[in-house]
Nanobody, 122 residues
C-alpha cells in the first residue's frame, strides 16, 4: 500500500524558514508523480510544487518560486519541502501526495498524507 506521512510543520515568524518532510512507502519516486499541496479553510487545495513521474520535471506555483524548494532522498524514501522567506499568506495545512499519473500539476492525486500545519506570523 502507498503510504505518506508528512511532518515538520509549525509556527514561524515572517521571513523565517521551515522544512517539511514526507516519509513515503509502497512505491518508487521514479514511477510516480509527487508533490506538495496546501489548503486554507474555505479555499480549494492548491499545488505548491510537484515533480512529474513522466519526465522528472519540477513545477512551482508562482507564489512560492524562489522561496520554496522540493527535494527527494531516494535512500530513505523521503521528500522534502524547504520553505524560506515565509510570509503570512503561506499559512495553510500542507499535504504531500503521490500518484501514478505522468503529469503532476493537478490536485487529482490518489494518495495523500495527513496534513501538517504551517503558521506564519506577521
Amino acid at each position: 500500500d502507498v503510504q505518506l506521512q508528512a511532518s515538520g510543520g509549525g509556527f514561524v515568524q515572517f521571513g523565517g524558514s521551515l522544512r517539511l518532510s514526507c516519509a513515503a512507502s509502497g512505491f518508487s519516486f521514479d514511477d510516480y508523480s509527487i508533490g506538495w499541496f496546501r489548503q486554507v479553510p474555505g479555499k480549494e487545495r492548491e499545488g505548491v510544487v510537484c515533480i512529474s513521474g513522466g519526465d522528472g520535471a519540477t513545477y512551482y506555483a508562482d507564489s512560492v518560486k524562489g522561496r520554496f524548494t522540493m527535494s527527494i532522498e531516494n535512500a530513505n524514501n523521503t521528500m522534502y519541502l524547504q520553505m524560506d522567506n515565509l510570509k503570512p499568506e503561506d499559512t495553510a495545512l500542507y499535504y504531500c501526495a503521490a500518484d501514478r499519473r505522468i503529469y503532476c500539476w493537478t490536485t487529482l492525486y490518489d494518495h495523500w498524507g495527513q496534513g501538517t500545519q504551517v503558521t506564519v506570523s506577521s
